[in-house]
């Protein structure tokens, strides 16, 4: 299948790679823009010099391609996925890698080590009140810095081409400027962009575990799923 995911616009990954281990080819089309707030990042930098965290979370791939190379120092730090990570480790910064591909197996991740701990987590300015009330709730304290915004890019998603569409957050859905056609198949990424969705009257035929490679591997259960019952 062709695949339209959507990326920032002008941070597009290794995504057709990816779709073509798993016999799929995709395009990047762009409901947001990223926004670098350059102050944020720079005070974020200083305070990891000072030694005023005793971990860093980056949930996201952005926020470490834009503050690994800035990092003269830096304490435990764990990366949501394995892009993360990767971008991390290009600038020789240890990390651990969740298990999953949301935050909200953070906490759980660290259990009672998090008691008393600073936790730096650099991300995009969209609140996340679940996040920091889980990392309270048992025991941390939580130093967020909103480094990036993210905008509507406001146009139409060009999806002429496309057999389906992979919304890879809830915001890129909800700012999305696009119209469903008839036979486009409608994939989330995961669970809580599959919840916006259907809030919204848009049930997904595909939902993945939050990663790119696990949409993949969802898309292609449901295909065969649909072949033996055509067949």
């Not at 309270?136 to 967020?144: K, V």
């Amino acid at each position: 299948m062709k695949i339209a995911v959507t990326r920032l616009l002008g941070k597009e990954k290794n995504d057709a790679e990816r779709c073509a281990l798993f016999g799929h080819t995709c395009y990047s089309v762009h409901p947001l823009r990223s926004k670098i707030k350059k102050s944020e990042i720079t005070c974020f930098v200083e305070a990891v010099d000072r030694s005023e965290f005793d971990c860093l979370f980056f949930t996201s791939a952005l926020p470490a391609k834009i503050i690994a190379p800035l990092l003269n120092r830096f304490p435990r730090v764990i990366a949501i996925g394995p892009q993360t990570a990767k971008e991390l480790r290009q600038y020789e910064i240890d990390c651990e890698t969740l298990t999953s591909f949301y935050s909200r197996d953070f906490v759980p991740y660290l259990g009672d080590w998090i008691k008393g701990k600073h936790i730096g987590i650099p991300r995009a300015d969209v609140p996340n009140p679940a996040l920091i009330d889980a990392i309270t709730g048992a025991g941390g304290i939580p130093h967020e810095f909103r480094c990036y915004g993210l905008e509507p890019t406001g146009e139409s998603l060009n999806l002429d081409s496309a057999d389906a569409i992979l919304f890879t957050s809830a915001m890129s859905f909800t700012k999305a400027v696009w119209t469903r056609q008839p036979d486009l198949l409608v994939m989330a990424i995961g669970d809580i962009t599959s919840a916006v969705m259907r809030a919204a009257g848009v049930n997904p035929a595909v939902v993945g575990d939050g990663s790119l490679e696990g949409s993949m591997m969802a898309l292609n259960d449901y295909l065969t799923r649909q072949r033996r019952y055509i067949g």
